[in-house]
T-cell receptor
Framework: DVKVTQSSRYLVKRTGEKVFLECVQD?????MFWYRQDPGLGLRLIYF???????EKGDIPEGYSVSREKKERFSLILESASTNQTSMYLC???????????FGDGTRLSIL | RKEVEQDPGPFNVPEGATVAFNCTYS??????FFWYRQDCRKEPKLLMS???SGNEDGRFTAQLNRASQYISLLIRDSKLSDSATYLC??????????????FGKGTKLSVKP
């Protein structure tokens, strides 16, 4: 079974802080994704990566950056956290095109 | 037009009922299709892939109609544990991303005793 592990289930940070969310997958997948999920808005793609050191913006990249230095790890960075970034953050990985994505448990991030 | 549309529900059904969800997608070039299940405050989990010929997994049947661009999920003999939100997911299968998944907003199912 694919295992996608996110570093924290719950996280509370303050406005203006730099926040790091980590994600690790154990299936040697090329593709990794970061989403946020908010009530009524569904899943929205922030950034994705299809190879080491490669990244592409998703639908809502503003206020975020990412890092993929190793194939198994994809990090999401909130450069200067704001209250509107309070959300559930979900990491996913996928192997080949046309295969489904597998999600981590999610991180509930609150920015105070 | 939204890329993937689902009836948000909620669908409130008694145990043992048969319930069907439909989902429409706008991009005719879409190449693969999935149903995910998401429990409250949990991550989405793959329920089943949807194949052109239709496929069944126990009480669950998925069908794809490419001509009309819709996907369906049928749940027979509903159980209390089926209560969840069901997400319709479409893979465009092209582009620099090597195919992003487009998620519907989900249909909420509540099975009552």
């Amino acid at each position: 079974d694919v295992k996608v592990t996110q570093s924290s289930r719950y996280l509370v940070k303050r406005t203006g802080e730099k926040v790091f969310l980590e994600c690790v997958q154990d299936m040697d997948h090329e593709n990794m994704f970061w989403y946020r999920q908010d009530p009524g808005l569904g899943l929205r793609l922030i950034y994705f990566s299809y190879d080491v050191k490669m990244k592409e913006k998703g639908d809502i990249p503003e206020g975020y950056s990412v890092s993929r230095e190793k194939k198994e790890r994809f990090s999401l960075i909130l450069e200067s956290a704001s209250t509107n970034q309070t959300s559930m953050y979900l990491c996913a990985s996928r192997g080949q095109t046309n295969q489904p994505q597998h999600f981590g448990d999610g991180t509930r991030l609150s920015i105070l | 037009r939204k890329e993937v549309e689902q009836d948000p529900g909620p669908f409130n059904v008694p145990e043992g009922a048969t319930v069907a969800f439909n989902c429409t997608y706008s991009n005719s070039a879409s190449q693969s299709f999935f149903w995910y299940r998401q429990d409250c405050r949990k991550e989405p989990k793959l329920l089943m892939s949807v194949y052109s010929s239709g496929n069944e997994d126990g009480r669950f049947t998925a069908q794809l109609n490419r001509a009309s661009q819709y996907i369906s999920l049928l749940i027979r003999d509903s159980k209390l544990s089926d209560s969840a939100t069901y997400l319709c997911v479409v893979n465009l299968g092209y582009g620099g991303s090597q195919g992003n998944l487009i998620f519907g907003k989900g249909t909420k199912l509540s099975v009552k005793p």
